[in-house]
């Protein structure tokens, strides 16, 4: 059982990294209090792992048929990588970090399938791109209905309000659904757990990081990237979640750092190209290449290790 | 309750709002009580404005304290405090033109100049009033703008003559003389403050629509 460890450690890392996803422009603009926004999103986690988490776990079966004690090293692998992201405050995708950790074990016992890696790396792309469309249209939808609607200055307060609060319980439950599969679907491929307490397991260990530790990414994900109104928050929030929302549907775990990343850049298309940081973009960026490439590297020399110990 | 504390959904915005406007009718009140003491040169009616400021006082520090207590939105609050102040700054003005008056031998010849500018003032006042309305009900606010400006501009121009008019007037001392043109320069300030308050209740309707 120990060797659920480490899907927990993992689980609890991007429960502490991606939650800046879900309400960090909320939390950044003030809209939302960080106390608020952490309990909302640890439950709304916890629902869409249990209602939808299944869905994305297959993928990972598929990747590479792993030992149980494979799949702790991958886990855990990805939980330092993702940690070590989290310290240094950039926005890091447990989806990169675990696949990269099960191709490089795979590669090491030589039972990789890269031929879903096509379909996988393929969603990874048009995940930030999805989340740019889809923020471009809400925009462009929400902002004539809102022009047209004489509401007063409190009235549009409580929208706000309100708008940015139902988008992060989506938002948060579009992340349940879609990336608890990182966490604790390789123990599905191994045979060790069935979907549905992988999904319990997994969905607890994120709304535990997100009720723990995730400060520091939420504030550097809502004020590092653009500086967001609330409507500009409330859409690039919804946008996230839609894409995520479509990619578990599809079957792939993806980055709801992309995806939030490409609503940021959506929104910024609309008003102002200015507002989109090119620093952090590239800083961001950066991360997504570094992370399968360490986590990979991590699980390797674990595996090697281990077989040199045992 | 719950629902209601996760909403931010209380009284506090409502009270801000109400706050607000009570704090631009006690300035129309004040203005309004300037001008009937300039023209009937009631000294008593005067001291009035002195009260009014400070009552006025009360209700901005009561506004910010409710702001920063969770009231709107955080991107609103700087810019709705913001407008509380310019609107106290024209209080400030007419209360430093109202204690100038008071230590003052008022010339007889600038009385009528002097009650037509006050009079303007209430009239600008009244219109910043209506244009907070306008802001808060998420209504267009040009219209109210542009009359602001042209009161403004209406007082600029009666500002030049009664400069030239003042000079004329013989001077005893040198502190009499301070003081008149003391009380001139903050009477004929409160417009321009009045017009960057309207301004920023510009600003404020951009930004929260």
Sequence with gaps: MWKILSGAFLGWSLGANDSANIFGTGVATGTVRYRTAVWLTAVFVMLGSLLEGPKCMQVMTDLSSLLPLNAFFCTLAAGLTMTGMTYLAVPASSSHAIIGAILGVGILQGSADFSRLFKIVTCWIFTPVCGLVFAYLLYRLLVPVLDGSRLSVTQRNQIYRL?????????????????VANVTGVYVGSGFLTPEAASLIGGGSIALGVLTYSYRVMMTVGKGIAPLDPFTAFVTVLAGALSLHLFTQVGIPVSSSQAIVGAVVGVGLVGDVRTVSPRMLTRIGLGWVLTPLVAGVLACLFVISARSLL | MFLKKLLGHDDREKRVVEDMERHIRLLTAGCTAFREALEKNDRKRMSRVKELEREADSIRRGITSLIYRGAFLPYLRPELCKFVDIVDQV????????????????????????????????????????SYQTVMAGEDLREKRLAIRIYEKRIDDMKFGLMKDARKIPIDDFWEGSLLADFLSRLCSVSDVIEDASDHLGILSTIST
């Design chain 1, 163 to 179: 708008g940015i609060l139902v988008a992060g319980c989506y938002g948060a439950y579009s992340l349940g659904s879609n990336n």
């Design chain 2, 91 to 130: 209080f400030d003005l007419l209360e430093f033109a109202a204690v100038c008056y008071l230590d003052l031998r008022f010339p007889e010849a600038l009385r009528a100049d002097c009650s037509r500018v006050a009079f303007l003032n209430e009239q600008m006042c009244d219109l910043l009033r209506i």
